[in-house]
């Protein structure tokens, strides 16, 4: 069984899917079917229940808005990808709380080309546990803050949170 639990955020519901105590999803959306139907059918296959106790990652999730940036850190993830896409979301992992690193850094952290910008943009838009792997942390080479599949805004208010200037 896949269980949820949404966890209010100032910039809206996060909803958090678990299975035995790892994150398979997490993302600003109030409806935790939302999140569930981009699981893999295997994972989806186990149902879906809304329950009130997910432990870790909720008090993670509190601990990270009341300013320890890397109490996400420590919350077991899984999402499903090819080993390249895999070692992205890893490297998504290792950027710390308050910088910010281009696509093309991304991929050279994955242990790939520059020229790989757009996997790691692809592997960003495919991330099915934001904030926990923090796709928010990269941004274009050429500025602004590009694309985020909760808005932009939700990613200007992580970024800023996490450069204190909330």
Known sequence: MIAAQLVPTPVGPLSLLSREGVLVAAGF??????????????????????????????????????????????????????????????ALREVKAGTTVSYAELAERAGLPRTAARAAGSACAQNLIAPFVPCHRILPSGGGYGGYYYGVPVKEWLIAHESGVL
Do not use: W
Request: glycine share 8%; hydrophobic share 40%.
């Open 29 to 90: 959306t109030a409806d935790p079917k939302e999140m569930f139907v981009r699981l893999t059918p295997a994972l989806q296959a186990e149902g879906l229940e809304v329950v009130d106790g997910l432990g870790p990652a909720v008090s993670a999730v509190q601990a990270y808005l009341d300013g320890d940036l890397d109490a996400l850190d420590a919350i077991p993830v899984s999402q499903p990808g090819t080993p390249t896409r895999k070692r992205l979301h890893q």
